[in-house]
């Protein structure tokens, strides 16, 4: 059974920095993409980063120069790193796992999704 766990959300001031890390397990995803999505209260999930097996990246214009994807292949992991954060990147932060290449989703196309991770960031 493929499993996606997210872990490091919690509550920071704007500003501020937090890691989220998505641990697979059930199957191996080197070869393939992962990526992260948000969806805030009341608002529609959407993409915020992937990252392709060999590391290329995409970010939404919104986390472009403040958050940084990354992933080790070896531990089966990917990670998100979130500076200069602001109140409106409060979100449920999912991880999500696409067999072959990522690009930037859509969220349809995803094949695996972990539970989500809450990060509340106060202004």
């Known amino acids: 059974q493929v499993q996606l766990v997210e872990s490091g959300g919690g509550s920071v001031q704007a500003g501020g920095s937090l890691r989220l890390s998505c641990a697979a397990s059930g199957r191996t995803f080197n070869r393939d993409g992962m990526g992260w999505f948000r969806q805030a209260p009341g608002k529609e999930r959407e993409f915020v980063s992937a990252?392709?097996?060999?590391?290329?990246?995409y970010y939404a214009d919104s986390v472009k120069g403040r958050f940084t994807i990354s992933r080790d292949n070896a531990k089966n992991t990917a990670y998100l790193q979130m500076n200069n954060l602001k109140p409106e990147d409060t979100a449920v932060y999912y991880c999500a796992a696409k067999v072959g290449v990522v690009h930037t989703g859509p969220i349809w196309a995803m094949d695996y999704w972990g539970k989500g991770t809450l990060v509340t960031v106060s202004s």
């Open positions: 990252i392709e097996w060999t590391g290329y990246s």
